[in-house]
């Protein structure tokens, strides 16, 4: 089964949990992923569906070592690991990340994003983006896209847990068109992460 009609399968079925009607485009994949490099590894990434930002990462120098998928999708995480057996494939919630060790002791310097934020409840971006931060170095970046024009994580979450996030770039050539958004920490962190 070729890659958009397995993603338009899995949207049939689960709607709101894949939140879009095809997968990625590379554009978006390129825009992503641009401010990741090898400096960055371990990379941990959220909702890799097809693999589309899998592929760039590993583009960009991202050895399949060196990258953890977390994947709750059934069908895409068995899809995942056959692609890429060297790659760590995690099939559960990402609202779960603070339970899992994907790399042991090591920090991840980037987290990549395909989750559809905006979709979900505050509490679960909450604990989506605790566990995230909990895998990140103190200079790591969670790196997120939306459909919309605003950071998909409300402001009011970003100050509580001492966040910000920047606009990296837009691109047209992603169905809908699609902005990414760099989130960090701030220089001085609140409490909480």
Same mark, same amino acid.
């Given at each position: 089964m070729n890659e958009q009609l397995s993603f338009l399968c899995n949207w049939v079925s689960a709607p709101r949990r894949v939140a879009a009607i095809a997968p990625s485009s590379k554009?978006?994949? +390129?825009?992503? +992923?641009?401010g990741v490099s090898l400096d960055?590894? %371990? !990379?941990?990434e959220l909702g %890799? *569906? +097809? *693999? !589309?930002? +899998? $592929?760039?990462?590993?583009?960009? #120098?991202? %050895?399949? @070592?060196q990258l953890a998928l977390v994947e709750f999708g059934s069908h895409f995480a068995r899809s995942l690991r056959e @692609?890429? %057996?060297?790659? $760590?494939?995690?099939?559960?919630?990402?609202? $779960?990340? *603070? #339970?899992i060790q994907p790399f042991g002791r090591e920090k991840a310097g980037a987290v990549v994003s395909g989750l559809p934020l905006l979709s979900m409840p505050p509490l679960q971006v909450v604990r989506i983006l605790r566990g995230a931060f909990a895998h990140l170095r103190q200079d790591g970046a969670f790196y997120q896209f939306t459909y919309g024009p605003r950071c998909p994580v409300p402001r009011a979450i970003l100050e509580r847990f001492g966040l910000r996030a920047r606009y990296v770039g837009g691109t047209l050539a992603n169905l809908p068109p699609a902005a990414v958004f760099q989130i960090s920490r701030n220089p001085i962190p609140a409490k909480g992460f």
């Open positions: 554009a978006l994949a +390129t825009l992503i +992923t641009s960055d590894a %371990p !990379v941990i %890799p *569906g +097809t *693999g !589309v930002f +899998t $592929r760039q990462l590993i583009e960009r #120098g991202i %050895p399949q @070592e @692609e890429f %057996p060297a790659i $760590r494939v995690f099939c559960m919630d990402a609202a $779960r990340l *603070g #339970g």
